[in-house]
């Protein structure tokens, strides 16, 4: 199916059309042009930091009208994962307030205390990271209790630079215990499925915009769906060369440059 007849927009927020506060150029013309076509743009974030609301209120302090079902997170994932993997265990939550909340949520039971019945740990991108959330990690993985991770994201983008992500903490504990997690997250194609699923279009009408190639392009690939990768955030054309997956289906410098792309299709793709 061509560009131009793509309906539903799965889009990476950080970095793809905005950074921290920042709107992208050339976003709200996007959203814009995906209203008239009769199509829909929906928010896909590895982010399992803020709770669905607090990116709401982002997105509408930046001029974004957003509801509840137009986002998939890896924190919504994570824990449907959890309800069918451990729907009655105590589970020791390594994350932000917010993304404890969403679990709770779904009804899940959940610790951030060191208990003999602690039966899974489950990772996020941890902003109110402390040292004493590090240490009951190493005790609990030494335990050998079940390892969930959100993200494998290294890094988030910020208006300064990167910090480190969950993928990147995730390796720390990995020097100290030698066990990884099972990421639930991009690249895997589950957030991109239950979108599918939320949205009722079909899986050829859909795309993947999205900044990082081992996480937003190489779940575009995994889940079978178009990929378009914004060289606005993470990512470089050096990158690209270098990355061993499959490449992304177009590439582009930002969000204005994919409008552009949709708007003009006799016009070549960067």
């Known amino acids: 199916m061509k560009l131009t007849e793509k309906k539903l927009f799965l889009l990476d927020m950080d970095g793809t059309i905005y950074l921290d506060h920042e709107l992208f150029d050339g976003t709200l013309d996007f959203l814009t042009y995906v209203q008239s076509i009769g199509g829909r743009a929906m928010y896909l974030t590895n982010n399992s930091s803020k709770s669905v609301w607090k990116y ?5 302090d930046m001029g974004i009208h957003a509801q509840e079902e137009d986002f998939i997170t890896s924190a919504q994932a994570t824990a449907l994962y959890l309800l069918k993997t451990h729907p009655e265990d105590l589970l020791y939550v390594f994350g932000t307030n917010a993304f404890k909340d969403e679990l709770c949520r779904y009804g899940l039971k959940i610790t951030d205390k060191l208990e ?13 990271l402390t040292f004493q959330k590090l240490e009951d990690a190493c005790i609990l993985l030494n335990r050998g209790v079940d390892y969930i991770a959100t993200n ?6 910020t208006w300064y ?3 480190p992500d969950c993928g990147s903490v995730s390796e720390m504990l990995y020097h ?7 990421f639930i997250g991009k690249p895997e194609p589950t957030m991109i499925d239950l979108a599918i699923e939320k949205s009722g279009f079909k899986k050829e009408e859909a795309i993947i915009l999205g900044d990082r190639l081992y ?3 190489a779940s575009g690939s995994n889940a079978g769906i178009d990929t378009a990768l914004m060289l606005s955030g993470e990512s470089t054309m050096e990158d690209v060369r270098a990355f061993q997956g499959k490449a992304p289906t177009y ?8 409008l552009n792309a949709l708007q003009n299709p006799e016009k070549p793709v960067f």
């Open 152 to 157: 494998p994201d290294w890094v988030c983008p």
């Open 56 to 60: 709401i209120d982002k997105l509408n």
């Open 251 to 258: 590439i582009f410098e930002n969000i204005r440059c994919f």
């Open 161 to 163: 630079g990167f910090v």
């Open 215 to 217: 996480t937003d392009i």
């Open 176 to 182: 100290a215990t030698k066990r990884r997690p099972q």
């Open 116 to 128: 003999d019945e602690v039966r899974c740990l489950v990772m996020g991108f941890d902003t109110e």
